[in-house]
């Protein structure tokens, strides 16, 4: 009988997207920090890390600059492994579906690798904005809006970094400049999702003014530009909750687990908003 040959289907309309979630660069990054790292430990010459990785003194120089397009996962792997480097996957963090470079960033590491990246490459403007994205997450936000701008002026199409920057504004309480940045990149019309997030950031600037009406309506037009990202529907939930509009919340949190079925965070929300209700006596 003539075996049957299986077909998959192919999935239509995925486009990519730069600043989304990525995996294989950031882990591919993420390897080759920790390899130029115990490079450095050792104090080892380029010639001689090649040597002991069997490698040519080119590679290792593609290495600490920071090359990523130059090598495989597979590659890193079996150099970690000749190493020793312990390699772990944190599945628990991508559970709550947070962004790689989250992960990332836990490390002291993050900040170094980059600077020295920079210094090789001066023009490399992903080297800013990773090292800018580090530096808000750590609280240096004037620190993070210079990465942040000088990425934009070195490559044009880092023009969504104006989202990240306006957050970095928002926590120094530069909200007109937030604001600003926003609205430039409203004007350029950019694609759906990212104009959805900068009305998404103009809401948390009005939420951190306390102007829950003009929030409410940030919101709504974050909604209106992309009805299909649970993006905005999670973080108006989110301030639903913390005014606690608590019907409001459950409203929006069912909606994210419409769009996202596995959101784990809007699940748990859900839960918490349940159980206060519970105790409450709501029964709405």
Known sequence: MPRLKKTVAKPK???????GANFVEPVRELLMRR????????????????????????????????????????????WSGLLGLELKIDTKSGGRGENIFSWLDASD?????????????????????????????????????????????LDENLQFLRINR??????????????????SLIAQ?????TCSWAYITRASAQQAQGN??????????????????????????????????FKAAMKDFLKVLKLEPTNIQARQHLDSIRTKREEKGDDE
């Not at 490079?39 to 990785?53: G, M, S, Y």
């Not at 580090?134 to 701008?149: N, P, S, V």
């Not at 409410?216 to 301030?239: G, K, Q, V």
């Open 189 to 193: 019309k950019p694609e759906a999702l």
């Open 35 to 78: 390899i130029s790292r115990e490079i450095e430990l050792r104090e080892w010459t380029q010639v001689q890390a090649a040597e002991f990785l069997g490698v040519t003194q080119p590679r290792i120089s593609d290495l600490t600059r920071g090359l990523t397009e130059n090598f495989t996962i597979d590659s890193l792997v079996q």
């Open 212 to 245: 829950d009406r003009e929030a409410l309506e940030e919101y709504a037009r974050a909604i209106a530009a992309a009805p299909d990202s649970a993006a905005a529907y999670f973080h108006r939930a989110i301030y639903f909750e913390w005014m606690h509009n």
């Open 166 to 183: 306006a957050q970095s504004f928002i926590c120094l309480g530069q909200y007109g400049a937030a604001f600003l940045d926003c609205e």
């Open 13 to 19: 309309n995925v486009k990519k997207n730069r600043h």
């Open 109 to 153: 590491q993050v900040i170094p690798y980059y600077t020295r990246m920079i210094a090789t490459n001066p023009q490399n403007a992903d080297s800013y904005w990773k090292r800018g994205h580090a530096y808000h997450q750590r609280g240096q936000y004037d620190l993070a809006i210079g990465d942040y701008t000088r990425a934009m002026e």
